[in-house]
């Protein structure tokens, strides 16, 4: 049985009562789809797919199908003239926690149940202002702050994708030039579900110097997930990450970064630190951390990157 206390809004999980939960759910990825689906520094293994994500893909596999017997209720009240609109699922978290590998295996996993084959993923980084303007406003060093968000066009996105509309486009974000892609966008074309992946999914809060707001990206999703681990664990793997990128991407003569990549290790580290310390804690405490427990279900990181519980909120 999970844990259970009166004194708190969640379900305690561990794996053993977690992966129970799965039932007869077949594992429908193999090491090589696994492979495309890892993060920079990740470990993600079969054995954790199997014990935590299929549970959690049954469960949002139920809700789905809920949400289509309301959908259809409401058409049959309405006389048929009600769109079916997909079933959004939001996944936040901090920066180098692994919330962009959670929104993937989910998306690989949930597109292989026959009743909702078309997933979508979405992250909110294409919603960053481009850094021309970011430099205009002299808020470079606040990315992915509240701040650094085009908020309105998310908002409009968002609306767009839950009110049915046939075709709803998103910006285009690239990590290699650190920018917003021109002229480039994500088409999404009324798929079952959507995924939708960022820092800001479940911030509710005002920013200096808008007009003070009456909707948020949460009012839209129908299940939200939280990725969460100790600062100092995610701090760790921040700067891990960073040292992998060095060697790497960052080697790419595009690459926004490109002036660290011959950086020593040792110089590296300390550079990784200071933003780390600078910036991405900063945000995290101020901004991410504090929506936690407005997600449905938190999956809660041990200190080798892997899930070791599972709250799922009280009905």
């Known amino acids: 049985m999970p844990a259970y206390s009166s004194f708190s809004p969640y379900l305690t999980f561990f794996c053993e009562e977690w992966k129970s939960l799965r039932e007869s759910v077949p594992l429908t990825l193999d090491e090589k789809d696994l492979e495309k689906l890892r993060g920079i520094n990740e470990n993600i293994s079969l054995e954790?797919?199997?014990?935590?994500?299929?549970?959690?893909?049954?469960?949002?596999?139920?809700?789905?199908?809920?949400?289509?017997?309301?959908?259809?209720?409401?058409?049959?009240?309405?006389?048929?003239?009600?769109?079916?609109?997909?079933?959004?699922?939001?996944?936040?978290?901090?920066?180098?926690?692994?919330?962009?590998?959670?929104?993937?295996?989910?998306?690989?996993?949930?597109?292989?149940?026959?009743?909702?084959?078309?997933?979508?993923?979405?992250?909110?980084?294409?919603?960053?202002?481009p850094n021309a303007i970011l430099e205009e406003r002299g808020i470079m060093h606040r990315k992915g702050f509240p701040e650094s968000?085009?908020?309105?066009?998310?908002?409009?996105?968002?609306?767009?994708?839950?009110?049915?509309?046939?075709?709803?486009?998103?910006?285009?974000?690239?990590?290699l030039t650190y920018?917003?892609?021109?002229?480039?966008?994500?088409?999404?074309?009324?798929?079952?579900?959507?995924?939708?992946?960022?820092?800001?999914?479940?911030?509710?809060?005002?920013?200096?110097?808008?007009e003070r707001a009456s909707l948020f990206v949460s009012d839209f999703l129908d299940f939200s997930i939280y990725v969460d681990a100790a600062k100092e664990n995610i701090a760790r793997w921040y700067v891990e990450r960073f040292q992998i990128l060095r060697k790497t991407a960052f080697q790419d003569s595009r690459s926004y970064f490109r002036r660290y990549a011959d950086l020593s290790e040792k110089e590296a580290k300390a550079l990784a630190n200071r933003i780390w310390n600078e910036i991405n804690l900063p945000n995290l405490e101020e901004n991410?951390?504090?929506?936690?427990?407005?997600?449905?279900?938190?999956?809660?990181?041990?200190?080798?990157?892997?899930i070791e519980r599972v709250k799922l909120r009280k009905l």
């Open 48 to 129: 954790e797919v199997s014990d935590f994500y299929l549970p959690l893909s049954r469960l949002l596999n139920v809700l789905f199908a809920q949400n289509q017997d309301t959908y259809r209720a409401t058409r049959l009240f309405l006389g048929d003239i009600s769109p079916q609109v997909p079933f959004l699922i939001g996944v936040s978290g901090s920066v180098a926690v692994g919330k962009s590998t959670t929104a993937r295996v989910l998306q690989a996993l949930l597109s292989r149940w026959p009743d909702h084959p078309h997933v979508e993923l979405v992250t909110t980084d294409g919603f960053l202002y």
């Open 149 to 175: 968000f085009d908020r309105q066009a998310l908002l409009r996105f968002m609306s767009d994708v839950k009110s049915g509309s046939p075709v709803v486009t998103a910006p285009v974000y690239s990590h």
């Open 179 to 210: 920018d917003i892609v021109p002229d480039e966008k994500k088409i999404v074309r009324q798929p079952d579900i959507v995924i939708v992946e960022g820092l800001n999914i479940l911030q509710s809060l005002d920013v200096e110097g808008e």
């Open 288 to 306: 991410i951390l504090p929506t936690k427990n407005r997600a449905r279900l938190i999956l809660e990181k041990g200190h080798n990157h892997s």
